[in-house]
């Protein structure tokens, strides 16, 4: 007796069919033009059109059906994929931008990065890696959006011991300031920059001086800086060894004697 050769419907609405006969036989579904996703416990509503915008990335190739893998579903029907959801928020804003906009004072670029290695999106793997590199010098690039002054200060002290002058440890630093234009600062000093003191509102080419850094590291500081094709052409600090104010409870009063501050004038033309 023949019987129907054809595909037969599967759960979940889902038309499965082997193409090609061979060993790389490939799982085809059938995909509505809103697709509910859940990305490891996040849900998310988009368009197919979206998700497969890129035919050459994971997602393009999953729901195309040029997936060796069938697509699962949750209990509720939704499209499953294990991966952080979190991030894939903003996988999708790449695929439906073409572009990497990411928040201010993100600090997941390497999660991010595995991600999009994961899902194979080159062009957002190429847009992440722009952002660690300083871009050399382009005749073609305005001078005006390269060249600029950022200015580095700090305010110090000398830790001592309990025996005074004679067990001095150096340097004690409470926090490294940057003041200058808002994209220059995050070019140079990348995720080490802490703009919690001044978070972006949306403004272009702002300046700030509340910015500052994650690390204590002075000469840390100056290195990004020469190797961003920076120059200090000038410094300034108070004195140190001033006189000893009313000591404070919690405070110790020769430390204190030594408070200072510097600056530090970086500029690249």
Known sequence: MA??????????????SDEGGGSNNLITQMFPSIVELNVGGVFYTTSLSTLTRNPDCLLGKMFTGKSKNLVLRDSKGKFFIDRDGVLFRYILDFLRNQKLVLPENFSEKERLRNEAVFFEIIDMLDALDARKVVVPLDPSVG???RSGCIVVGYRGSFAFGREGLADVKFRKLTRILVCGRVSLCREVFGDTLNESRDPDRGQVDRYSARFFLKHMFLEQAFDMLIQAGYRCCGSCGTGTSGAPSEKKPGVDNE????????????TRV
Do not use: K
């Not at 019987?3 to 499965?16: K, L, Q, V």
């Open 255 to 266: 430390e204190e004697r030594w408070n200072h501050y510097n600056e530090f004038v970086w």
């Open 143 to 145: 001078s005006d959006e």
């Open 3 to 16: 019987t129907n050769g054809g595909p037969s419907a599967a759960p979940g609405g889902d038309n499965r």
